[in-house]
C-alpha cells in the first residue's frame, strides 16, 4: 500500500512506476505478470508514451477466475466475494445490451486484461465500472465504446476509494475516460480520444485527497468540443480537477487534447506538477483556476495555446493567452499544504502562444453574479458568512471572500519564442500580471482599479532568475500597459531581477 504523499520525508517523491508495479503485483498474487508501461521521467522518457505500449496482463494469476469473451462479467461479479481477481481473456468482451449494463466491483476486487482484451461498451452502455467501492484494481484492459454523459465517467463512475487504475487503455468513449477517488492512484494509462475528458476529478459528495496521476499519455480528448457546444462551460480537457486537496502528477505526457491539457478549477489545494510534458494542446498548458497552493517544477510547455491564441488574436482580443494561467489562484498559508505560495521554477517554455499569465478578476468573488463557479465560494469562508453588502466592505471578509493571485513566485525558467509565429499580430510571446477595472455588481468593494493595483504591486508575484530567448513583451496591470523588458524591470514594476534576455544578463 502507498504510503500518503504527505507523511513522506521532504524532497521525497512518488515510488518510480516500475517499482510500484512490483508491488501491486505482489498485492494482487505472487504470479501476476506486470503491464507492459511507460516509466515517467524525462520528458524524452514520458514522450515514448502510454499508448505506444502494449496493454495486458499475459497470464492469469494464481486464483484468478478466467472470465472467457462471452460471459456475464457482471454476473460473475456479483457472484463472488469481495477481494476476488477476474482476468480477462484475449477477445472482446461486452455487457448486457441496455445502457444500464455495468460492472459493479467489491471492495478489494481486481479485473486484470490479457493482452487483446477489450470491454466494448458498444455505443450503448453508460458506463463500464461503478459503486463506490474501495481498494479496486482494474489492469491491462482496453476499453472503448462507453457512452456516459456529460460530466460523468467510464472508470469509477461512483469515484470509489483507492482505486488503481494502472496500464490501461481507454479511449474513444464520451464523457470522461474515468472518475477519481480519494487515494487514487492513475500510472500508466493511455487516455485518448474521449469526449469530454481523459480524467474527471470530481466527487459530487465532497473533495477528493490525495490523487496520484502519474506516467500516463493523456491526449486528444474533448472530441465533443464542449466548449463550443455551451460556451464558457468550463466543462473539457485532457484533465479536470475539482476541490482536489493533494495531488501529485508526475511525468505524464499530455498533449493534443482539443482545448486545455490540465485544468485545475475551483478550490483544488496543494498540487505538485512535476516532470511532465505538455504540449500541442489548444489551449493552456495547465490552466490554475480559483485554487490554492501549487509547486509547478520541471516541466516542459511547448506550442501550447496556439489555436486559442490565433482565434482570439483573429478577433482583435488582446488579452495575453498563455501557456500557463493562474487565474485568481494563490498561495495561502492557512491551507496545508507543501507550499504556501506558487511555485512555478525549472520549467522549459518553447513556441508557446506565450508564456505566464497571472490574472485576477476584480468582478469575480463570493456572491458576485460575476462569480462563474455558481454557488461555490472561496476556502476560507464558512457557508456561513456573509459575502455581500456591506460586511464585504470589512476584514476579513473583504480579504476572505476573493480569490487571490498572490505569492507566486516564476524562477529559473527558460522561456523561448519564435517571432514569426504564425497569426501573431503582435499578441504572442508575452509575460503578463493583470486584472480588469472593477464595475460589478455595484456593491462591490473591489471596483475600479483597486484589483490592478492589488495583483501587480502588492500580493508578492514575482519573477526574477529567468532565461528569455526572443523578442519578449511584458503586461502588467491591465491590458493597455504594455512593456518592454526594459519597462518590465523598471521601477514601478521591478521584476525579473537577475535574469538572462539573450545574451545580456542583468546580474
Known amino acids: 500500500m502507498r504510503i500518503g504523499f504527505r507523511d513522506r520525508p521532504a524532497g521525497s517523491r512518488v515510488l518510480p512506476l516500475a517499482l510500484s508495479v512490483l508491488l501491486l503485483q505482489v498485492s494482487v498474487a505472487p504470479a501476476a505478470v506486470a503491464v507492459a508501461v511507460a516509466a515517467p521521467g524525462s520528458a524524452a522518457e514520458v514522450a515514448e508514451g502510454a499508448c ?16 472467457q469473451p462471452g460471459t456475464d462479467l457482471t454476473s460473475r461479479t456479483s457472484q463472488s466475494p469481495a477481494g476476488s481477481t477476474f482476468w480477462l481473456a484475449p477477445g472482446t468482451h461486452t455487457l448486457s445490451p441496455d445502457q444500464y449494463g455495468q460492472v459493479m466491483p467489491k471492495d478489494g476486487n481486481v479485473y486484470l486484461g490479457a493482452p487483446g482484451a477489450v470491454l466494448d461498451g458498444r455505443g450503448i452502455n453508460r458506463a463500464a465500472f461503478t459503486t463506490t467501492a474501495k481498494d479496486v484494481v482494474i489492469r491491462g484492459l482496453t476499453i472503448r465504446g462507453f457512452v456516459a454523459e456529460r460530466d460523468q465517467g467510464v472508470v469509477n463512475h461512483d469515484s470509489g476509494e483507492r482505486w488503481i487504475i494502472e496500464g490501461n487503455v481507454i479511449e474513444e468513449n464520451q464523457g470522461a475516460a474515468l472518475m477519481a477517488g480519494a487515494g487514487q492512484q492513475v500510472l500508466g494509462n493511455c487516455l485518448r480520444n474521449n469526449g469530454q475528458y481523459g480524467i474527471n476529478a470530481y466527487r459530487i459528495a465532497g473533495g477528493i485527497t490525495d490523487l496520484v496521476i502519474e506516467g500516463n499519455e493523456i491526449t486528444g480528448n474533448n472530441t465533443g468540443d464542449w466548449e463550443t457546444l455551451i460556451p464558457g462551460c468550463g466543462c473539457s480537457g485532457g484533465a479536470k480537477f475539482w ?8 511525468g505524464n505526457w499530455v498533449h493534443h487534447n482539443h482545448g486545455v491539457g490540465l485544468w485545475a478549477d475551483t478550490n483544488n489545494n496543494d498540487f505538485l506538477v512535476e516532470g511532465n510534458l505538455i504540449e500541442d494542446n489548444g489551449s493552456e498548458g495547465l490552466f490554475y483556476e480559483i485554487s490554492y497552493n501549487l509547486e509547478l ?3 516542459t510547455f511547448r506550442r501550447n495555446a ?11 482580443d488582446n488579452f495575453p493567452v498563455a ?3 493562474i487565474s485568481e489562484s494563490g498561495g495561502e498559508p492557512r491551507l496545508p499544504a507543501r507550499t504556501d505560495g506558487i511555485v512555478i521554477r525549472g520549467n522549459m517554455f518553447s513556441e508557446n502562444w506565450s508564456g505566464i499569465t497571472l490574472w485576477e478578476n476584480a468582478d469575480r468573488f463570493c456572491n458576485s453574479p460575476a462569480n462563474t463557479s455558481t454557488l461555490s465560494c472561496t476556502a476560507l469562508v464558512s457557508p456561513t458568512s456573509d459575502c455581500s453588502a456591506p460586511a464585504i466592505a470589512s476584514e476579513p471578509l473583504y480579504g476572505d471572500c476573493r480569490w487571490k493571485t498572490q505569492r507566486v513566485s516564476v524562477f529559473d525558467n527558460t522561456f523561448e519564442f519564435d517571432s514569426t509565429l504564425e ?14 477595472y472593477g464595475t460589478f455588481p455595484a456593491w462591490s468593494p473591489y471596483k475600479a482599479a483597486v484589483i490592478s493595483e492589488a495583483v501587480t504591486f502588492e500580493q508578492d508575484n514575482r519573477w526574477y532568475d529567468n532565461k528569455y530567448y526572443g523578442p519578449w513583451s511584458f503586461v502588467a496591470h491591465d491590458t493597455s500597459r504594455q512593456l518592454t523588458a526594459a ?8 521584476q525579473d531581477t537577475c ?4 545574451a545580456m544578463e542583468t546580474c
Open 423 to 436: 497569426g501573431c499580430l503582435g499578441l504572442c510571446g508575452r509575460m503578463a500580471v493583470l486584472s480588469n
Open 52 to 67: 505506444g505500449t502494449t496493454a495486458g496482463v499475459p497470464a492469469a494469476p494464481a486464483g484468478a477466475e478466467v472470465v
Open 297 to 299: 517544477v520541471g516541466n
Open 499 to 502: 535574469s538572462v534576455f539573450g
Open 243 to 250: 476541490a482536489v486537496d493533494g495531488a501529485d502528477i508526475i
Open 306 to 316: 496556439l489555436v486559442q491564441g490565433r482565434n482570439r488574436a483573429a478577433k482583435g
Open 323 to 325: 501557456s500557463v494561467y
Open 487 to 494: 519597462q518590465w524591470r523598471a521601477a514601478p514594476y521591478s
